[in-house]
């Protein structure tokens, strides 16, 4: 199973962890087996953090890999990450988002390549423009089952 790393920007990593335990929770394993989270705090030290990430990633390592998951690349969290990054040992994706968090969840049975696409495409499929409730709008556009099933498919 691959494992599954957050590094963000205090307090988000442990609330994307929260969001996805909460809406696995008929299936708490699923949401907790072999994921960890590194909330970076401000002004904390870089190196310090980039060895604690580190020994993260070895912890979840049981010869799947790891998919790392960060918040925003070029910031502390993405810099500590992207020192993470190893090919066909860890992957990273930086614009964490919940709809990828759910999609990693349910496709690490796989090898790392396989989650890290899963992942990205929950994570691109899940940003979407959301039509207007009001009368006038409420005429599906064609296209609009389509990205219904799609959020359906990352849950």
Known sequence: M???LLIAHAPLAAALAAAAAHVYACAPERAGAQLRVFDVQP???TPANVAHARALARELDTGSGVLVLTDTFGASPGNVATQLAEP???AVIAGVNLPMLLRALCYRDGTLAEATEKALAGGTQGVMQVAST?????????TQGDDLARVHDQQ
């Open 134 to 142: 009001s009368v006038q709008h409420q005429g599906l556009r064609p």
């Open 88 to 90: 066909g040992r860890v």
């Open 43 to 45: 002004d904390s030290d």
């Open 2 to 4: 691959v494992g599954i």
